[in-house]
């Protein structure tokens, strides 16, 4: 599965972007889907998780409640709506596939497929 990431920018604080990941290549309902990202000098973290139906999602705190992961299985696409936008949401965002588990997976290793990531910077 080949995951192509698009829709990142500039943007300033209290500001909105909406995330896109589409793939190709593989049978996009069957997994489970991430968004992590990567801020300059930091490991990347996780942000969100959404599973194979779409019926169940997950955020990390410091997104909960302005971030919305969903997805649209008949386009292949999953989504990352980001609103009331920080200057500490500034990273590379990347999103991931992995196979639908038990729980939903928050971990790097979970997944097996990762875009290129796209670039969101928020100036305060």
């Known amino acids: 599965v080949q995951l192509q990431a698009s829709g990142g920018g500039l943007v300033q604080a209290g500001g909105s972007l909406r995330l896109s990941c589409a793939a190709s290549g593989g049978t996009f309902s069957i997994y489970d889907m991430g968004w992590f990202r990567q801020a300059p000098g930091k490991e990347r973290e996780f942000v969100a998780v959404?599973?194979?139906?779409?019926?169940?999602?997950y955020y990390a705190d410091s997104v909960k409640g302005r971030f919305t992961i969903s997805r649209d299985n008949a386009k292949g696409t999953v989504y990352l709506q980001m609103n009331s936008l920080k200057p500490e949401d500034t990273a590379i965002y990347s999103c991931?596939?992995?196979?639908?588990?038990?729980?939903?997976?928050?971990?790097?290793?979970?997944?097996?497929?990762w875009g290129q990531g796209t670039l969101v910077t928020v100036s305060s």
């Open positions: 959404i599973n194979w139906s779409g019926g169940s999602t």
């Open positions: 991931a596939g992995g196979p639908s588990l038990p729980r939903l997976a928050v971990r790097n290793v979970e997944y097996d497929y």
